[in-house]
């Protein structure tokens, strides 16, 4: 029953034919083997390509877009796996940045001049043969390519996966993923293992999703059928191609090809039959057993695992059964094959040992999600018994729930102990350890011996970076459980290891993570500043960009969480010296952008410090604060802003009245606005300020300052230039000047005559300044401004004036009433109203009837609310103003329909009665 | 002016069986109407045998190739000659599956020297200036179902180097030990060969490890008989040094097509045969073979 060949040298001569493809394809094989490593060794002094490690696995669309598939993907199983299980997108972003290489990597491709099927053998030729050929002939090795280019040409295939697909060439498109999963079984360069199992299994999942919505298409012929179908709802020729394509695959003579591909398209199993997903997937776990490699087996364990999860997650058998399995070959990685393997790469038992890690974290996560503890224990014992079991003891920490970790950190850390020292590197293991620890709590009791257990490893960590990566993982737990003694310690810790060589420039992502984290945990700067260690740790980052961005976090988390104002001289130096720093790195080169945002982290500071009843000490805090800051503008006028509020405030506490002293410290307020505003460049910001700053001299009864504030103004007032840039567009800078005149006019009221200047001194200023300023031709601002000054000169001549400032004898008292006062008034009123009138006739001409109307009718309300009335010659005026801003129908009737009715109603009081004889001479035009 | 024939069988999958009703429909797709000669079906089964060239000369085996084994044979008229409308036309037509004589109808094979093949071809007979049409398109016999039981009987193995025959060098052997079974050797077509497959120990690691199908084709003649082996696919179940002591499935798809139920004529054989090829990484080749009885249930 039993006739056994044995052949030395693989030629095969027995009752089969020789051109069986067992020896043929063997021996070419082989050759290709010994090429790849020849070349591989060859090229491994070729210095690494700084460009080519920089671009690897960082190309950012690729990898949003396959996030977003994968995301697509999972969201159709929601209600089976929960957001609590981190999806694989997550993962492999992680593993393209991690595991690069600089050797020379090789791809044996299936050449584009193939054709499917040449005239005359093809009525010969079956499909099956027609699928060897591909995997045996019409390739071409292409070797010594750069990790990036190796990447192109795995994005190549898979563009021509999907072309092949849409151009309705299925087999081709098969043979393509047979090919890509063929990479798989080759580990010549082996740093690189995971990446490629990342980018290969990619193209897997895309065709596992273009067979599955292949088949789908085709059940849903009349109306599509629901996500949720049964074997009922499917076709026969929907299952006739689904059986077909497995038929296809179970005769793919390779293992690992045969084994990716029909895990690629597990899913496709509904189409056929209920219990299809739950019978495959142990017997593809068993298949993997006949994969020697443990690192080729591992991935596929993986893969298997990360399909599974995706297509059944119900069925956690297969996934115990793959750890399980995974358990029993252990031993492989350290047998013979695997060392020789390393000694021929030249790749240490560490390093190869870390190329694992991503696989078996992701088994043991799909095996932990939503598992009994029980589970859990005793996987964990099961992973106890195996000697030398720290890849394993890392990936337990890495995937078990954190509340599980952290309940038994005190035994795991005797495991950690106990792990040889060859192997698996221990920094690696804490570092695990610490990321559990930072997100559950293990008991109160065991929190100081874990951190002192700990930090004794970590602290003898000699690579710098090594140590960083760690300790930067166990800052969050001590700053989580202990006070800033413990803090002060670890950092004082960091900064010995961190500091010889400068070792610190090359970690500055992981010391900034500590900063983020001790501000997570430390909102009471008080404390912070107080550890001896923080500042001296602050100063490590030293490359000006990273220190801004820490110094800009600081100053965030003081601005959201500080509450009172503060006087501490610990917290305002320190945030001084960060504010300062801030500050200093704006140049001539900073964006607009960062100034602001810079710019708003400084003002928070500043509102936040307040010396309470000690005002000086808050003025000489402004001052420095103004020689600190000076190149940034909204710094200065928030310092302003403070320093006029710091008068107010004097002012409010000594209830209004002035002691000498008080005086002349609302003096050197006035002082410190007065030579701080013209370093100003924004000229608005200026007015402003200095009209501001009058008010608040005025309030403080200085009144020689409030003078020269507004005279001031006046003077500044010719520079407004006629656009000015808001939000990046050029705007007419009219309106904004026409406001600011009006609130000036208004304050003018109160600002009491110069006594050695002439009456009405700044009016007169301000109206000389109007006349001279270069308006925009064909603009009525002008009018406009000496229309809204007459208000003013109205309120002027009252015998008591609207409002008055405490304390401040204004003109109604300085004059008393006095007629020549009265007089000068009525004149300026007269000249004013002429510029008006001979504004209007010359806009009779042209097209400027409109505007002449509205003018008209402005000037009219105007002598109607502020003008005495009784005056026959101001009343004939203001009826001739009337009839002409109706004469051309560009008035508002219903405005003069209402302006009418309130003169109506204004007439009912007595002394305005002569309002009802003036009523009846305006009439309103027909607009018939 | 395009015309285009089909022809669609009501079976999806295509497969029928002896007795059954083969139907279908005849499409004709034309923006026009056709003028044609008339439009017949032609069903037909046949065994083609083939004698390789190295079992007889070679000129022999080009000339005195077996005569084809018809099985069946049946032929209608479509249409008569006239005219088929423009758009689409569809005629639907039936078979009976019914062999010639006293003989039956073989399940559907594709081997290297015995074919059993059932085709249907359409032709449309057309005027002198346009060109003939024809469509063929084979369909699947899958014979009845045997009516005995099937007992599975597991067959057990070990191989070592004591075991081998055909050996030049027993002495330059490397020593190793693999045990394994298979579920059973009367397997059924429909179902997958099982089994598992254990490397106990082996000196010089494993390069990789096969399931060789192969199909086992006797053609008899009057002179006497030619028996060939060849094969039809390979299956690898483990690839490299694989782990100790660790069961490995066995676990191989028979390709519909090339296999069929181990059959037995007066004038062909097909049977089946299995190898378990273990190549050693010194390039040492072990296999172990196993004779198949495939059926159908």
Same mark, same amino acid.
């Given at each position: ?47 690494? +390509? ?35 299980? $981190? ?36 009525? /010969? ?10 995997? $045996? ?116 003579? $390779? ?11 597990? %899913? ?136 599980? =970790? ?94 010889? +060589? ?54 965030? /988390? ?283 006739? !010359? ?60 003169? %109506? ?7 305005? @009665? ?15 | ?63 005195? @190739?077996? %005569? ?9 008229? /479509? ?70 039981? /099937? ?6 193995? !070990? ?58 084709? !006797? ?11 060849? $094969? ?8 490299? +040094? ?10 191989? =798809? ?24 273990? =190549? ?18």
């Amino acid at each position: 029953l039993q006739s056994v060949t044995v052949e030395l040298q693989s030629r095969f001569v027995s009752h089969f034919p020789s051109h069986l493809q067992v020896t043929d394809s063997r021996s070419r094989r082989g050759g290709r083997k010994g090429s790849t490593s020849s070349s591989s060794s060859s090229s491994s002094s070729v210095a690494p +390509d700084p460009l080519s490690s920089m671009l690897e696995g960082t190309d950012p669309l690729s990898l949003f877009a396959a996030a977003s598939e994968l995301g697509r993907k999972r969201r159709e199983n929601e209600e089976e796996v929960g957001a609590d299980f $981190e999806p694989w997108s997550a993962k492999r972003g992680e593993i393209l940045a991690r595991f690069t290489t600089t050797e020379k990597l090789s791809i044996v491709r299936y050449s584009h001049y193939f054709h499917p099927s040449s005239a005359v053998s093809e009525k /010969v030729r079956t499909r099956l043969e027609e699928l060897d050929d591909l995997e $045996e002939g019409s390739q071409r090795e292409l070797l010594n390519l750069s990790q990036q280019d190796y990447v192109n040409r795995i994005e190549e295939l898979n563009q021509s996966l999907k072309e092949a697909w849409s151009s309705d060439q299925k087999v081709k498109a098969l043979k393509i993923v047979i090919q890509c999963s063929k990479l798989l079984s080759d580990t010549s360069v082996i740093q690189f293992y995971p990446s490629k199992f990342v980018l290969i299994t990619d193209i897997l999942d895309t065709f596992g999703r273009l067979v599955y919505e292949r088949i789908w298409s085709m059940c849903s012929d009349p109306r599509p059928i629901p996500d949720s179908f049964s074997v009922e709802d499917v076709n026969d020729t929907a299952k006739e191609t689904c059986l077909n394509w497995f038929f296809k695959i179970a005769s793919i003579r $390779e293992l690992i090809p045969r084994l990716y591909v029909e895990a690629a398209i597990l %899913k496709c199993n509904r189409f056929l039959n209920k219990t299809g997903i739950q019978e495959t997937l142990p017997r593809l776990t068993a298949m993997i057993r006949g994969i020697g490699d443990p690192l080729v087996a591992v991935y596929a364990r993986a893969y298997l695992c990360r399909v599974g999860m995706e297509v059944a997650p119900h069925l956690k058998d297969s996934l115990n059964k793959n750890f399980f399995d995974l358990l029993a070959s252990f031993r492989q990685i350290h047998g013979d094959t695997v060392q020789n393997q390393l000694v021929i790469q030249r790749v240490e038992i560490p390093v190869y040992l870390t190329l694992y890690s991503p696989a078996i974290h992701w088994i043991l996560q799909c095996v932990a999600y939503r598992a009994p503890d029980v589970l859990l224990t005793e996987m964990m014992e099961r992973c106890k018994k195996l000697g030398n079991n720290a890849l394993l003891l890392n990936s337990v920490m890495w995937a078990f729930r954190p509340e599980f =970790v952290a309940a038994r950190a005190t035994d795991f850390i005797g495991m950690i102990k106990d792990c040889d020292e060859a192997g698996f590197p221990k920094h690696l293991l804490f570092g695990s350890l610490g990321r559990s620890l930072a997100c559950a709590d293990p008991p109160e009791s065991e929190r100081l011996p874990i951190l002192n257990e700990a930090w004794k490893v970590i602290t003898k960590v000699r690579s710098p970076q090594d140590y960083i990566n760690c300790a930067e993982i166990w800052v969050e737990f001590t700053c989580r459980h202990f006070t800033k003694r413990e803090v002060n310690t670890v950092l004082a810790d960091i900064i010995k290891h961190m500091t010889p +060589d400068r070792a610190f420039e090359d970690a500055y992502p992981q010391l900034q993570s500590v900063m983020k984290k001790i501000l997570t945990y430390f909102h009471n700067f008080s404390v912070l500043f107080s550890m001896e260690k923080f500042l001296p740790f602050l100063d490590m980052f030293q490359k000006d960009s990273v220190r801004v961005e820490v110094c800009k976090s600081i100053m965030e /988390v003081f601005i959201k969480h500080q509450q009172e104002p503060t006087r501490d001289p610990v917290i305002l130096n320190a945030l001084l010296h960060v504010c300062k720093t801030m500050h200093d790195s704006v140049n001539a080169l900073t964006v607009e952008d960062e100034k602001r945002s810079l710019a708003l982290l400084i003002n928070g500071f500043i509102r936040m410090v307040s010396f309470g009843r000690d005002f000086e000490q808050q003025l000489s805090f402004c001052v420095e604060a103004r020689a600190t800051f000076c190149n940034l503008e909204p710094v200065i006028i928030q310092l302003i802003h403070t320093v006029n509020q710091l008068a107010m405030e004097t002012r409010r506490v000594m209830g209004g009245s002035h002691s000498r002293k008080t005086a002349a410290f609302v003096r050197a307020c006035a002082a410190y606005s007065f030579i701080t505003i013209p370093s100003l460049t924004s000229i608005f910001s200026r007015l402003h300020l200095y009209l501001l700053s009058g008010q608040v001299a005025l309030a403080n009864q200085c009144l020689s300052q409030a003078d020269a504030f507004l005279k001031a103004a006046v003077s500044v007032l010719p520079e407004v230039p006629r656009t000015i840039s808001v939000e990046g567009k050029q705007r007419s800078s009219e309106a904004f000047l026409l406001d600011f005149i009006n609130s000036f006019l208004s304050t003018l009221l109160v600002v009491p005559d110069h006594p050695e200047q002439g009456v009405l001194y700044l009016v007169r200023g301000l109206l000389n300044m109007v006349q001279d300023y270069t308006w925009e031709d064909n603009s009525d601002a002008k009018v406009r401004v000496y229309i809204s000054a007459l208000p003013l000169l109205a309120a002027m001549s009252q015998e008591s004036y609207l409002y008055t400032i405490p304390k401040v004898d204004s003109n109604e008292t300085l004059y008393g009433g006095d007629p020549k006062f009265v007089a000068e008034i009525s004149r300026l009123c007269e000249t004013l109203i002429g510029q008006v009138l001979d504004h209007l006739k !010359t806009l009779g001409r042209e097209e400027g009837v409109r505007r002449q109307g509205s003018l008209a009718f402005s000037l009219f309300s105007t002598l109607l609310a502020h003008g005495d009335l009784r005056n026959n010659k101001l009343n004939q005026l203001a009826v001739n103003l009337w009839n002409l801003s109706h004469k051309n129908g560009h008035c508002d009737t219903r405005t003069s329909v209402r302006t009418l009715e309130h003169i %109506k109603q204004q007439a009912q009081q007595p002394e305005l @009665s002569h309002l009802s004889d003036m009523l009846l001479r305006l009439s309103l035009q027909s607009r018939a | 002016m395009s015309v285009a024939l089909d022809l669609r069988l009501k079976r999806a999958n295509k497969v029928y069986h002896e007795g059954e009703v083969l139907a279908g429909v005849v499409v004709i797709t034309s923006k026009e109407a056709v003028q044609h000669q008339g439009i017949s079906l032609t069903m037909e089964g046949l065994v083609n045998l083939q004698l390789s060239s190295k079992s007889v000369g070679v000129f022999e085996a080009f000339y005195n @190739s077996v %005569k084809p084994i018809q099985l069946i044979s049946s032929n209608i008229e /479509v249409a008569k000659p006239g005219k088929v409308p423009g758009g689409k036309t569809e005629i639907p037509f039936e078979f009976p599956l019914q062999a010639k004589g006293n003989k039956m109808l073989y399940e559907t094979y594709h081997g290297v020297f015995v074919n059993i093949q059932y085709t249907l071809r359409c032709d449309m007979r057309r005027p002198l200036l346009a060109k003939d049409l024809s469509k063929t398109c084979e369909f699947m016999l899958h014979c009845q179902p045997q009516k005995s039981k /099937v007992q599975p009987t597991p067959v057990d193995f !070990t191989i070592t180097p004591e075991t081998l025959q055909n050996v030049k060098e027993r002495t330059s052997l490397p020593k190793f030990v693999i045990r394994g079974h298979l579920d059973a050797t009367n397997c059924v077509i429909t179902q997958p060969l099982t089994g598992e497959l254990v490397v106990e120990s082996s000196e010089v690691a494993i390069k990789s490890i096969e399931l060789q199908l192969v199909r086992v084709e !006797t053609c008899g003649c009057a002179e006497g008989y030619a028996r060939d082996a060849t $094969e039809i696919q390979n299956i690898q179940i483990a690839e490299g +040094d694989v782990c100790h002591g660790l069961p490995i499935p066995i676990y191989m =798809v028979f390709p519909r097509l090339f296999t069929c139920p181990t059959l037995e004529t007066t004038n062909f054989k097909v049977e089946f045969e299995v190898n378990v090829v273990i =190549v050693l990484h010194d390039d040492h080749l072990i296999t172990e073979n196993f004779p198949l009885k495939l059926c159908r249930v």
